[in-house]
């Protein structure tokens, strides 16, 4: 697993220790993102990204690269536009009415909203896992072969098979439900329904995961599996997740993206972000001093 600091209160008391001396060189006031938001290798690229709930401006030209295998964490206090911005890389916010979205958003140079674009296969290649698990209430086998068969990836039973067993393998799960696939997966406890949830979503074989807090709902040891299976599925996916617990932002991810007000505040290394950040409001927030 990503070690990125040793713990994340010796990171937040070393950056309040420094505090007073540095608080001349930090950025007080918000003109702009602190930090490079472009990657080498880029997987997805949003581009003055805005959104509206009516009259409200929820997010606020947010421009963000994300790059290919790798985890970004996106924090910041509640309601300050994580959740709806992560939501825009794959057009859950087309289900939401009054939701205006404006900017450029592409996925391997593709223009996510363009016309041509199916919303349906574009989530299939930027999958979605939620804050609470919500398994079909189907067998646990036909929640993962449900997007393989309407997506028509597998030609035969065998080759479904295989995608089932793969899938859950992946997610760390096959050894816990290979011998009662016919069950219903909401039978299966909290944890549990995250990782099948997890395993349908990469059985469509998606590009990109994206992950909206998903062990808030979780207790300790079923949180330990989830990271370790992100830590293992970076290997082969881009994964985005929102998550208000920065200990966990620390131990998965190698970028982080603070968000305050709809203003994407600041984007680094997250080393760099929980040890030496450039943004008064990073640091503040961090810090324990609001959120």
Request: glycine share 8%.
């Given at each position: 697993m990503n070690a990125t600091m040793g713990t994340l209160s010796d990171a937040a008391t070393g950056v309040a220790g420094r505090a007073d001396a540095m608080d001349g060189l930090r950025i007080r006031n918000f003109s702009g993102t602190v930090g490079e938001v472009t990657v080498a290798n880029p997987r997805m690229r949003t581009r003055g990204v805005d959104v509206y709930y009516g009259d409200k401006h929820a997010i606020k030209n947010v421009t963000l690269d994300i790059g290919s295998n790798e985890v970004i964490a996106m924090i910041g206090?509640?309601?300050?536009?994580?959740s709806t911005f992560l939501r825009c890389l794959n057009r859950m916010n087309d289900t939401v009415e009054g939701c205006r979205v404006t900017g450029h958003i592409t996925l391997d140079d593709k223009d996510v909203y363009d016309r041509q674009m199916d919303p349906v296969v574009l989530r299939a290649q930027v999958g979605m896992v939620f804050q609470k698990p919500n398994p079909f209430p189907k067998p646990i086998y036909d929640n993962i072969a449900y997007g393989p068969r309407i997506h028509g990836i597998a030609a035969s039973r065998a080759e479904l098979d295989e995608i089932v067993e793969s899938s859950l393998?992946?997610?760390?799960?096959?050894?816990?439900?290979?011998?009662?696939?016919d069950q219903p997966g909401t039978g299966l406890s909290g944890g549990?329904?995250?990782?099948?949830?997890?395993?349908?979503?990469i059985a469509?074989?998606?590009?990109?995961?994206?992950m909206d807090e998903p062990c808030s709902a979780l207790d300790p040891i079923a949180t330990a599996k989830i990271e370790e299976l992100i830590d293992e599925l970076r290997q082969n996916y881009t994964i985005c997740i929102v998550t208000h617990s920065m200990q966990q932002a620390a131990r998965v991810s190698q970028r982080t993206a603070y968000f305050h007000l709809g203003d994407l505040i600041e984007v680094g290394e997250t080393t760099q972000i929980f040890t030496n950040p450039r943004h008064k409001l990073t640091e503040d927030y961090i810090t324990g001093r609001f959120g």
């Open positions: 206090p509640s309601g300050c536009g994580k393998r992946r997610a760390g799960l096959w050894d816990e439900v290979k011998d009662r696939l549990q329904q995250q990782r099948l949830c997890i395993a349908r979503a469509v074989s998606p590009e990109v995961i994206l």
